[in-house]
């Protein structure tokens, strides 16, 4: 079975890193640190230990609660409740939103890894068919008139012509 996985999340507080292990536990520990403006990991989550660190100033109360207790929003903010008392309230700002997307397929021998070469034909393919003059660039990964350019046609205009 073939996977991807992007994980992206929305918080701009202090702490709410990420953590991970991607040669396992006995390996060094990497962390994404805010601000998380349109930062996305793709990996294989289910196979990578990962934590969230601590959200939120270092010294600040926890609230008391239980496995029980549920999270709601209430007008601009959001509230912990447990057996009908509220134990805390948070202010949108405060929360860390995590999005997860995964796709799974069953690989087959025809199936085609998903490298940087293939990455890049398929980039060049379609500016190539968007009539958009660039260059090739040697290293695609730290050229910023490369990511500048993706950035330029790709985020700027998400939305596909079909998709119109």
């Known amino acids: 079975m073939v996977q991807a996985g992007a994980l992206t999340w929305f918080y701009d507080g ?10 396992g536990l006995n390996g060094r520990m990497f962390s994404e640190r805010p601000p998380f403006g349109n930062v996305a990991i793709m990996a294989d989550n289910d ?11 270092p010294d600040a109360r926890l609230p008391r609660m239980t496995s029980v207790a549920e999270i709601g929003r209430v007008d601009e903010a959001w509230e912990i409740v447990e057996n ?3 134990r805390a309230t948070y202010p949108s700002t405060t929360i860390r939103l995590s999005l997860v997307w995964k796709a799974i ?5 025809d ?11 398929v980039f060049i393919a379609d500016l190539r068919r968007r009539s958009i003059d660039f260059r090739i ?3 695609p990964l730290s050229d910023n008139e490369w990511v500048a ?6 985020y700027a205009h998400p939305v596909s012509e079909n998709a119109k």
């Open 14 to 23: 202090p702490g709410g890193n990420f953590e991970y292990w991607p040669e």
């Open 47 to 57: 196979q990578m230990c990962h934590r969230i660190g601590r959200v939120g100033e």
């Open 84 to 86: 009908g008392e509220t």
């Open 105 to 109: 397929r069953e690989s087959d021998a």
């Open 111 to 121: 199936s085609e890894l998903l490298t940087l070469n293939r990455v890049m034909s």
């Open 137 to 139: 660039p040697g290293d």
């Open 149 to 154: 350019l993706l950035d330029r046609v790709y």
